[in-house]
């Protein structure tokens, strides 16, 4: 996104039409330019956008008065199905946060104890034992599928989404371990006629397909879908819901807070996030988070729907480097946007998490194919530390050298044309994305890809749009698929005031072109202006040193307790 130098990799974008350049342009180490500043247009519009206070010894409680009951269900093992890799896990993250949060009536169902028998008598106990203003919280992550729906014109596109559990089989009595849509949408009715809120999870999918898709060469995927045959020769399940059923939609409710892992028409993939030692759910890891406290942006003690569904989205989208889309509902109820999901009582405010000091490394693990991992000795990556693994050892990039394109796990290219005089670069670029998704943890900031995030190709128009930065200063810099930095914005005299609206969009005919791969936009948003964080930005303007980008925000932002930190990634292919 910017002009094309030799050995550069950033996708280049026009203005116009025409490549933009600038005569002040400088290299480092073959360096290349990613998104021209001059393109930019900030257009402003309104939410404000502060730091979640810290909390610690904090005591989760309901809306209002009353209690909250859990039943968290996680399958990884199958009878029929292929194994996930990190749906146990994310039960056991969202359980722990429950239990440091004071929860203690929680039912947890774990692989084959997620029977359709023991879930059902869980439900109907939770429905049983609500009372009004209680809080309800429902998690399940596994495998999710559709199938012709029971209830004729119940769904537009007449298919039930189901969450699989783990005994089933298309084959006999075992047809039935598996819970339709229309069942939990009786289950949450009845809950909200008691009065009680609902929190309800789905990590899991029904639909075919990703934003993008993948290259092959990054190895087997874990997707949390499964297929199941459309006509079952003998199907035992016989549904709690009735004819009288199939209009309920979980919009129609006032009490339900409901988070879904992806739309019915794409895929959940499992992720891997640093530090974790399985792969994960990147909505159940969000989750957890949140519950913790990490979502209250404000930190007045309440997590509202806006700030559970916006920490929630950022989370996914930048972990999933963008192919997960999750939904949420209530969408179109603005009356309900603001109303709180939970409350965390008691709760000692503290600083903000300090950002590690010193250099320190980040670890990224690469495979080789088609070369010899001899290459790979001379590389000296600023930030990054390389640890060199099978293309079957979960790594985070794996580099074909035979054709120089570096590719992920999740089947994105993320650089063309690498050598090996390239790669200590690309692997400082992949470290210094990891290390601002882990500060965004603590301080997500909204920012997203305009108009989709698929595959983009040559002469497309394309938007980055950051929300809720009303009041705020804002720096927005890329990071390019070959560690190129670039500051966007602010770059001339007065554009560092802060925004008086809550939207700025960076577009003015920014257009696509060769050559392609992987950027990353980051949006650092703060209640003051940063200008010595500006001027360590713009001293690597145009230079491939991601790998400085750990040390600058460690020294510039930490102690700033408004700080706000997101980043969209933006992918393309000829």
């Not at 930019?40 to 309901?62: D, E, K, R, S």
């Not at 949450?188 to 934003?211: M, P, Q, V």
């Not at 190895?219 to 879908?225: D, L």
């Given at each position: ?276 030692p399985t792969l994960r759910g990147a909505l159940s890891y969000a989750l957890a988070r949140a519950l913790e406290g990490a979502a209250d942006r404000d930190g007045d003690g309440r997590t509202t729907r806006r700030e559970l569904f916006e920490y929630a989205?950022?989370?996914a989208q930048q972990y999933s480097q963008s192919r997960q889309n999750i939904h949420t509902e209530p969408n179109r109820r603005t009356d309900l946007i603001d109303e709180p999901v939970f409350r965390r009582l008691g709760a000692r405010e503290q600083p ?223």
């Amino acid at each position: 996104m910017g002009a094309q130098s030799a050995g550069g990799m950033a996708p280049r974008l026009t203005q116009g039409g025409c490549p933009m350049t600038s005569p002040q342009r400088t290299r480092a180490r073959g360096g290349a330019a990613a998104l021209w500043p001059y393109a930019a247009a900030m257009i402003l519009a309104g939410m404000p956008a502060l730091f979640a206070t810290a909390h610690a010894g904090a005591q989760l409680a309901p809306p209002g008065a009353g209690s909250i009951h859990a039943l968290i269900i996680g399958a990884d093992h199958y009878a029929t199905r292929r194994s996930l890799r990190g749906a146990v896990a994310d039960a056991r993250d969202i359980e722990q946060a429950l239990r440091a949060g004071g929860i203690r009536d929680l039912t947890v169902l774990i692989n084959e104890q997620a029977t359709r028998r023991e879930v059902v008598i869980a439900i109907d106990r939770l429905i049983d034992s609500a009372r009004a203003g209680d809080l309800v919280i429902i998690s399940f992550a596994g495998h999710g599928s559709q199938m012709p729906e029971r209830v004729k014109g119940s769904d537009p596109d007449g298919m039930d989404e189901v969450f699989v559990l783990p005994a089933f089989d298309e084959h006999g009595v075992a047809t039935a371990e598996r819970l339709l849509d229309k069942e939990i949408n009786v289950w949450l009715k009845r809950i909200e006629n008691k009065g009680a809120y609902t929190l309800f999870l789905a990590d899991t999918c029904h639909g075919g397909g990703l934003t993008r898709d993948v290259d092959l060469r990054a190895g087997e995927m874990s997707y949390r879908q499964t297929v199941i045959s459309l006509a079952p020769l003998d199907d035992a399940l016989t549904p709690i819901s009735t004819d009288r059923d199939r209009m309920r939609h979980p919009e129609e409710f006032d009490r339900l807070t409901f988070l879904a892992a992806a739309d019915k028409w794409t895929k959940v993939p499992e992720l891997r996030i640093e530090g974790q030692p399985t792969l994960r759910g990147a909505l159940s890891y969000a989750l957890a988070r949140a519950l913790e406290g990490a979502a209250d942006r404000d930190g007045d003690g309440r997590t509202t729907r806006r700030e559970l569904f916006e920490y929630a989205r950022q989370l996914a989208q930048q972990y999933s480097q963008s192919r997960q889309n999750i939904h949420t509902e209530p969408n179109r109820r603005t009356d309900l946007i603001d109303e709180p999901v939970f409350r965390r009582l008691g709760a000692r405010e503290q600083p903000p998490p300090a950002l590690a000091q010193g250099r320190g490394r980040w670890t990224v693990r690469i495979a080789v194919l088609n070369g010899s991992v001899e290459e790979l000795a001379d590389a000296e990556p600023y930030f990054a530390k390389a640890e060199v693994v099978s293309s079957d050892q979960q790594p985070e990039l794996i580099w074909d050298a035979a054709d120089g394109e570096v590719f992920d796990r999740l089947g994105d290219v993320v650089a063309r044309g690498i050598r090996q005089r390239d790669i200590a670069d690309v692997l400082d670029r992949t470290a210094a994305v990891a290390f601002v998704a882990s500060l965004s943890e603590l301080r997500p900031q909204r920012i997203m890809l305009l108009p989709s995030n698929k595959h983009h190709r040559d002469g497309e128009k394309v938007t980055f749009r950051t929300e809720g930065v009303k009041d705020r200063s804002i720096i927005l810099f890329n990071i390019a698929s070959n560690g190129t930095i670039q500051l966007l914005y602010p770059r001339r005299w007065g554009e560092g005031v802060p925004s008086q609206s809550a939207v700025k969009e960076l577009n003015d005919e920014i257009v696509v072109r060769a050559p392609y791969g992987a950027d990353h936009v980051v949006a650092i948003v703060s209640e003051r202006t940063l200008p010595q964080l500006q001027e360590a930005i713009k001293a690597f303007d145009q230079v491939r040193a991601s790998g400085r980008i750990p040390d600058i925000l460690r020294k510039h932002v930490a102690g700033d307790a408004s700080v706000r930190i997101g980043f969209a990634g933006l992918f393309t292919i000829p």
